[in-house]
């Protein structure tokens, strides 16, 4: 296990790749908002389903081939091409990523609770 890391440090590297997926899509004229937002992400299908296999072999090695610095790897390419997929979505992208943002802020041990057995923040029934 490793320690844990500041938020800052996280949401700098967070930054970090958000830049670096405007600019690759600057750099190579990638923006084409004459297409529809399900055009947009359809044709990015393979690179995100690719990205996501890669990332599914990575943790599926034996375990004397496990690598934790190229699962890291595998699981930003899987980020990098899902926010690319925000960035194709426009106005709609940045509206929807502030709405989840601003759902999962307000869920609170007062409305929701850690589901041990499905591993997942869960509603609570009140």
């Given at each position: 296990?490793?320690k844990?890391?500041?938020?800052?440090?996280?949401?700098?590297?967070?930054?970090?790749?958000?830049?670096?997926?405007?600019?690759f899509?600057?750099?190579?004229?990638?923006?084409?908002?004459?297409?529809?937002?399900?055009?947009?992400?359809?044709?990015?299908?393979?690179?995100?389903?690719?990205?996501?296999?890669?990332?599914?072999?990575?943790?599926?090695?034996?375990?004397?081939?496990?690598s934790?610095?190229l699962?890291?790897?595998?699981a930003?390419?899987?980020?990098?091409?899902?926010?690319?997929?925000?960035?194709?979505?426009?106005?709609?992208g940045?509206?929807?990523?502030?709405?989840?943002?601003?759902?999962?802020?307000?869920?609170?041990?007062?409305?929701?609770?850690?589901n041990?057995?499905?591993?997942?923040?869960?509603?609570?029934?009140?």
């Amino acid at each position: 296990m490793s320690k844990p890391i500041s938020k800052i440090e996280f949401i700098n590297a967070i930054n970090n790749l958000a830049e670096s997926v405007y600019d690759f899509h600057d750099r190579w004229n990638l923006f084409n908002v004459s297409k529809t937002s399900f055009e947009a992400v359809s044709e990015r299908e393979e690179l995100l389903l690719e990205e996501v296999r890669e990332l599914i072999e990575e943790y599926n090695k034996n375990q004397s081939e496990l690598s934790e610095e190229l699962l890291s790897r595998e699981a930003a390419d899987v980020l990098y091409v899902s926010i690319g997929n925000m960035l194709a979505l426009n106005k709609e992208g940045i509206s929807a990523m502030n709405q989840v943002a601003i759902k999962n802020n307000n869920k609170t041990k007062k409305t929701h609770f850690y589901n041990v057995k499905e591993k997942k923040i869960k509603k609570l029934d009140v």
